[in-house]
C-alpha cells in the first residue's frame, strides 16, 4: 500500500521555524513536493523536488526562507521553514509524482498525504 505520512507541524511564534517530514512507504517515487491550504483559501503549491535533489521548485512567496530536501534512504522528504510568518499558517500536504510536471502545473498527482497544521502566531 503506497502512503505518505506527514509530520512535524505544531504552533510555533512568528520568525520561528519548523521542519516537516513526510516518509513515503510502498515505493519510491521521482518527485515529491509540498502544498498548503490556509483557512478559506484554495490548495497551493509550497515546493517541490526531483528525485536527484538537484532541481528544486518553491513558490515565490517562500523562497529564501524554505528549503526542500529529500533522503533516499529513508524515503522521506523535508520542508525546513525558517523566518515564519502568520501568514504562512495552513494545513501542510505532502504529495508524489512519478514526475514534477503536475507539481508545476497544477495537474493531478498520484499520492497525498493526511496534512499537518502549521500555526504562526503574531
Known amino acids: 500500500q503506497v502512503q505518505l505520512v506527514e509530520s512535524g507541524g505544531g504552533l510555533v511564534q512568528a520568525g520561528g521555524s519548523l521542519r516537516l517530514s513526510c516518509a513515503a512507504s510502498g515505493r519510491a517515487f521521482n518527485s515529491m513536493g509540498w502544498f498548503r491550504q490556509a483557512p478559506g483559501k484554495e490548495r497551493e503549491f509550497v515546493a517541490a523536488i526531483t528525485w536527484t535533489g538537484v532541481n528544486t521548485y518553491y513558490t515565490d512567496s517562500v523562497k529564501g526562507r524554505f528549503t526542500i530536501s529529500r533522503d533516499h534512504a529513508k524515503n522521506t522528504v523535508y520542508l525546513q521553514m525558517n523566518s515564519l510568518k502568520p501568514e504562512d499558517t495552513a494545513v501542510y500536504y505532502c504529495?508524489?509524482?512519478?514526475?514534477?510536471?503536475?507539481?508545476?502545473?497544477?495537474?493531478?498527482?498520484?499520492?497525498w498525504g493526511q496534512g499537518t497544521l502549521v500555526t504562526v502566531s503574531s
Open positions: 504529495a508524489a509524482h512519478r514526475s514534477i510536471t503536475p507539481f508545476l502545473s497544477g495537474g493531478s498527482l498520484e499520492v
